[in-house]
């Protein structure tokens, strides 16, 4: 391989290369469908917001504990009995 080509080579490597930096410079970044659902129904959903709270904490608290009780009955479906 000749000397002009490597530096043809590179010079093209190096084009494509600032091409997909400029594009990314450029475009807005997007925000996962998921994200939006889950704000959503955190809006609707006292308990689902009080759950994403608790997830952050490290330290024990009633008031998780009891959201974590009600999540629990109201996925095995006992909402209204006693567990």
């Known amino acids: 391989m000749s000397a002009a080509a490597k530096i043809a080579g590179v010079a093209a490597l190096a084009g494509l290369m600032m091409t ?3 594009i990314a410079a450029v475009t807005e970044p997007r925000v996962p469908e998921a994200a939006n659902a889950a ?6 959903d006292p308990l689902t917001a ?4 608790c997830r952050a904490l490290t330290m024990p608290d009633s008031g998780c504990e009891a ?3 009600a999540h ?3 996925f095995f479906g ?3 009995n006693q567990p």
């Open 78 to 80: 006992r909402e209204g």
């Open 72 to 74: 629990q009955r109201r």
């Open 20 to 22: 997909v930096a400029v």
């Open 39 to 44: 704000t959503a129904r955190a809006e609707r």
């Open 50 to 53: 009080e759950l994403a709270r």
């Open 67 to 69: 959201a974590w009780a």
